[in-house]
């Protein structure tokens, strides 16, 4: 783990991503002196950057380690040991580089709850994203596959979910679908992120339909608890099934 993490923060992509971070960071809170419509540009900005950063990133990463996972697995070393490393080495490392590019600019310039709320969601995205390029490292041989199959997940999570929430509300509008919505939303970990910081930014009119349920069925409290648990359901689950995998699979 130590290797990976020392090994990563002197990657240029990771300091590069640190770099463009803190320029947006910098430039979209120096804009307006409302530090509210700042934090929300940088919320799209975690939204969008950080799940495909993440999985992308990490999915290459995974698959040009596998020689030096090999040579690990040819000591007396245990496979779940060496996987669950090289993910806790990845994610300390881009946490790192998006605590630098978008936690220190937010503390220095909008310190605040809604500040601190944004920086556990953009962490939280980067652990679940790199869960999952870890899941999609281990049941994918083929490394172009793999990639490929990173920036589908990527593409789901920020972009189609919303679409297909979108077409089961209109679909289903003249049922009682409010509780199944609620369930539906922690089936994504970059809305439940969203509704976390919005809960406290309390912006009705950018919470949407579903952050309008978290509210009046959850409650702003409970309802940020909710939305922590199932994020952090999101980092487990993957991980799980990707040591359960990976015990199995000939390499």
Do not use: H
């Given at each position: 783990m130590k290797y990976v993490t020392v090994d990563l923060l002197r990657n240029k992509v990771v300091?590069?991503?640190?770099?463009?971070?803190?320029?947006?960071?910098?430039s979209?809170?120096?804009?307006?002196?409302?530090?509210?419509?700042?934090?929300?540009?940088?919320l799209n900005i975690t939204l969008l950057f950080v799940?495909?950063?993440?999985?992308?990133?990490?999915?290459?990463?995974?698959?040009?380690?596998?020689?030096?996972?090999?040579?690990?697995?040819?000591?007396?070393?245990?496979?779940t040991k060496v996987l669950?490393?090289?993910y806790a080495g990845?994610?300390?490392s881009l946490s790192l580089a998006y605590l630098l590019g978008i936690g220190v600019p937010v503390l220095i310039m909008a310190p605040n709850i809604a500040a601190l709320t944004l920086l556990v969601s953009g962490l939280l995205l980067t652990m679940v994203f790199s869960a999952i390029a870890l899941l999609i490292f281990v049941l994918f041989k083929d490394k172009t596959k793999g990639i490929g199959a990173a920036i589908v997940s990527a593409l789901f999570f920020t972009l189609l979910f919303d679409g297909l929430l979108l077409m089961f509300i209109y679909s289903f509008g003249d049922y009682?679908?409010?509780?199944?919505?609620?369930?539906m939303v922690a089936l994504n970990p970059v809305d439940l992120a969203r509704i976390l910081m919005l809960l406290q930014l309390d912006v009705a009119?950018?919470?949407?339909?579903?952050?309008?349920?978290?509210?009046?069925?959850?409650?702003?409290?409970?309802?940020?608890?909710?939305?922590?648990?199932?994020m952090l359901l999101w980092i487990v689950?993957?991980?799980?099934?990707?040591?359960?995998?990976?015990?199995?699979?000939?390499?």
């Open positions: 300091l590069v991503y640190a770099v463009v971070l803190a320029a947006l960071s910098f979209v809170l120096s804009i307006d002196s409302n530090s509210s419509k700042g934090l929300l540009s940088l799940p495909l950063i993440s999985v992308l990133f990490s999915t290459i990463y995974f698959f040009n380690s596998i020689e030096f996972i090999e040579l690990l697995l040819a000591q007396p070393v245990k496979r669950l490393a090289e990845l994610s300390i009682p679908i409010d509780k199944p919505i609620l369930g009119v950018l919470m949407g339909y579903s952050g309008a349920l978290f509210k009046k069925f959850l409650g702003t409290g409970f309802g940020s608890i909710y939305a922590i648990v199932c689950l993957p991980l799980l099934w990707s040591v359960r995998v990976f015990r199995r699979k000939d390499l």
